[in-house]
T-cell receptor
Framework: RKEVEQDPGPFNVPEGATVAFNCTYS??????FFWYRQDCRKEPKLLMS???SGNEDGRFTAQLNRASQYISLLIRDSKLSDSATYLC????????????FGGGTRVLVKP | DVKVTQSSRYLVKRTGEKVFLECVQD?????MFWYRQDPGLGLRLIYF???????EKGDIPEGYSVSREKKERFSLILESASTNQTSMYLC????????????FGPGTRLLVL
C-alpha cells in the first residue's frame, strides 16, 4: 500500500463549478499535511498547509480527518487557471521532517 | 523570493556515464533535497541534507550519491548511469525554521540511452 494515495483523475470541471477530491495516508504518526500544486512541466509549489480545524484560502478549502486518515481539497468557482495536478503531501511523523508525496490528482477546468 | 536553480533542464547521457546534477539555492536554507518524479509513482526522495557535509539517505538512494560542500549547493551524482535512472530530477530546499515548506527548482529531465 502506498503511503499517500490519490485518485489520479483527471477531474474534468466546468468553469465556475466546484470540485473536491481526497487523499488518504497510512502513517498515523504524521503531523503535518499540505497541498502542493504542479503545473504541466513545472515544479511543485506549495498551495496551502492543512490544519486540524480545516482552513480556507480564497476559493480553496482544505480539511483533515485524522480518524479516517484522509485530507481533502475543495475548489470553488473553478477558474481555467486552476487546471493543474494537485499533490497531497504528508510528513513522515516521528521519522523526521521528510515529506511523502502522493502521485497527484489532475484537474482540468474547461470553459 | 526563494530561488532554486538546477544546472540543466534537459540532459542526455549514455549508460555507464558518470552524471552530475547541480542545485543551487540563494536563500541560505539549511535543508536541501533531491527527488525523482516518475509517472504513476509521484515524487520519491533520493537523498537529503540538513547541513554542510551532512547527508542522509531517502527512500531510493541506490545508484546515487550526493555532495554538499557548501551550504547553497547540493549535487546529485549518478556514478554509472543506467536506463532505469531516466527520470525528472527535482531539487528542493527549505529553511531550518520551517523545514516542511519546500521550494523546488525547475527540474532536470534526464534521458539515459
Amino acid at each position: 500500500r502506498k503511503e499517500v494515495e490519490q485518485d489520479p483523475g483527471p477531474f474534468n470541471v466546468p468553469e465556475g463549478a466546484t470540485v473536491a477530491f481526497n487523499c488518504t495516508y497510512s502513517n498515523s504518526a504524521s503531523q503535518s499535511f499540505f497541498w502542493y500544486r504542479q503545473d504541466c512541466r513545472k515544479e511543485p509549489k506549495l498551495l496551502m498547509s492543512v490544519y486540524s480545524s480545516g482552513n480556507e484560502d480564497g476559493r480553496f478549502t482544505a480539511q483533515l480527518n485524522r480518524a479516517s486518515q484522509y485530507i481533502s481539497l475543495l475548489i470553488r468557482d473553478s477558474k481555467l487557471s486552476d487546471s493543474a495536478t494537485y499533490l497531497c503531501v504528508v510528513n513522515k511523523g516521528a521519522a523526521g521532517n521528510k515529506l511523502t508525496f502522493g502521485g497527484g490528482t489532475r484537474v482540468l477546468v474547461k470553459p | 523570493d526563494v530561488k532554486v536553480t538546477q544546472s540543466s533542464r534537459y540532459l542526455v547521457k549514455r549508460t555507464g556515464e558518470k552524471v552530475f546534477l547541480e542545485c543551487v539555492q540563494d536563500m541560505d536554507h539549511e535543508n536541501m533535497f533531491w527527488y525523482r518524479q516518475d509517472p504513476g509513482l509521484g515524487l520519491r526522495l533520493i537523498y537529503f541534507s540538513y547541513d554542510v557535509k551532512m547527508k542522509e539517505k531517502g527512500d531510493i538512494p541506490e545508484g546515487y550519491s550526493v555532495s554538499r560542500e557548501k551550504k547553497e549547493r547540493f549535487s546529485l551524482i549518478l556514478e554509472s548511469a543506467s536506463t532505469n535512472q531516466t527520470s525528472m530530477y527535482l531539487c528542493a530546499s527549505s529553511s531550518g525554521g520551517n523545514q516542511e515548506t519546500q521550494y523546488f527548482g525547475p527540474g532536470t529531465r534526464l534521458l539515459v540511452l
